[in-house]
């Protein structure tokens, strides 16, 4: 089945994670999505285990996209750009501020060539401000948004997330802001005008961490007692033959859980009753709960979650994640075939399940893969192709 963004095309100019991934979470949902690229390639193309010009994690965030070599330093460049953005419903692009500027390519240029165009523009800190010109990348956002503050060792020290948690953040909020935006232009009927849309890594990761990473600093008149950071209260059980996951902020949980390990007498006891009583005989019950928990293998803990209801998970290696027992009922894990020298790449599907299962996503591209393609389809014949590509301008 198509996608609900079928019919929709998107130029992705943005490059790394924060961008790629947030249109290829529209590609996935149907969009068109022509990747442009520089004839150096997207960065990500080198990063990780790779076969020809793909590397996984490329793969992984650009899966489903044509791909089109273009050099934007020429004029012809511009010009096959400005074609291209005349037909689109989506541009986005993750320059540091004022690149696409000097290139003649601001949003006043974008929105006379198409008034319909939604402008997607991602920035780490902002489009100005103290921090402007700062390159950035996922540590750094870490750093400034209190997420690494979150994240303390036994001494207090700060530690990053070892994931790009915050690129990866901020591709979710840019990619809910564009279908909001087309949204909002579908709704509005007719001739209804595009709009601009500013997405900070910065500001994304500073929401992401606030619900609980800031709960202390959110009251601003009389503000009650500190809780201790949530944070602190989360940790990996020793089990026999690995470590598990366990959860009980609910009391109907605590009770579970230690039903499930045979503990009835700590379900029923009165200071454990209410959450802010676990709290405050943590070093009473968790013991016990740690030496019960060490006595059983992750099997056997999870049969007991399961028979109680209660919230639990064991801790799976990254090579065992794909046989999973619920990863495979949920069919997460799906192959998808590129090239002859690429082969099959395992993927995660697109997590939201619609109502009838999506057509199944299609490759990465190669660097300048379809850029014959996209500009006969912009309207270039064969002897305008094969001028652009002499001139260095397209590379195929």
């Known amino acids: ?39 150096g390639g997207d960065p990500v193309r ?63 240029r974008l929105r006379a060539i198409n008034p319909r165009l939604i402008y997607c523009s991602i920035t780490g800190f902002g489009p100005d401000g103290p921090y402007q010109n700062v390159r950035v990348y996922d540590p750094v956002i870490q750093a400034v948004s209190g997420i690494a503050a979150s994240q303390v060792d036994k001494e207090g020290t700060p530690g990053l997330v ?46 992401f961490n ?6 202390n600093h959110s009251f601003v008149d009389d503000a009650p007692d500190a809780w201790p950071e949530y944070g602190a209260q989360m940790r990996l059980w020793k089990a026999a033959d690995g470590q598990v996951a366990i959860g009980a902020l609910q009391t109907a949980e605590f009770i579970a859980l230690t039903r499930s390990l045979g503990r009835d007498d700590l379900a029923d006891d009165p200071r454990f009753q209410t959450s802010a009583g676990r709290i405050k005989h943590q070093r009473e019950w968790a013991p016990q709960v ?7 293998t992750r099997a056997e803990l999870m049969a007991g979650f399961v028979a109680n209801g209660a919230v639990g998970g064991p801790v ?3 090579a065992d994640v794909p046989d999973d027992a619920q990863v495979q009922h949920n069919r997460i894990c799906i192959e998808v075939a590129h090239s ?16 009838a299962a999506l057509d199944p996503p299609g490759p990465a591209p190669h660097l300048g893969e379809h850029g014959r393609q ?11 192709i094969a001028a652009l590509v002499e001139r260095g301008v397209v590379k195929l």
């Open 1 to 39: 089945m198509a996608g609900p963004l079928d019919g929709i095309r998107i130029i992705d100019l943005s490059q790394i994670v924060s961008g790629p991934m947030a249109c290829q979470m529209l590609a996935d949902q149907g969009a068109e999505v022509i990747k442009v690229e520089s004839p």
């Open 46 to 108: 080198t990063l990780g285990p790779r076969k020809a010009d793909l590397s996984s994690m490329f793969i992984a965030v650009n899966r489903g996209k044509q791909g089109l070599c273009l050099d934007l330093k020429s004029p012809d460049g511009i010009a096959v750009l400005e074609r291209l953005a005349s037909t689109a419903d989506v541009l986005v692009e993750n320059f540091r501020p004022g690149v696409l500027a000097r290139l003649g390519l601001d949003w006043d």
């Open 162 to 207: 070892r994931h790009l948690v915050a690129d990866k953040v901020t591709a979710l909020t840019a990619a809910q802001a564009i279908t909001a935006a087309l949204l909002r232009r579908a709704l509005a009927g007719g001739d209804a005008p595009g709009e601009r849309i500013e997405v900070a890594m910065l500001d994304a990761a500073v929401a």
């Open 210 to 215: 606030w619900p609980e990473g800031m709960y």
């Open 290 to 296: 740690s030496a019960e928990i060490a006595r059983r």
């Open 316 to 318: 799976v290696q990254l």
């Open 340 to 355: 002859e020298t690429v082969g099959r790449v395992r993927q995660a599907r697109a997590p939201a399940r619609f109502g």
């Open 374 to 384: 996209v500009l006969a389809a912009a309207g270039y014949d064969d002897a305008a």
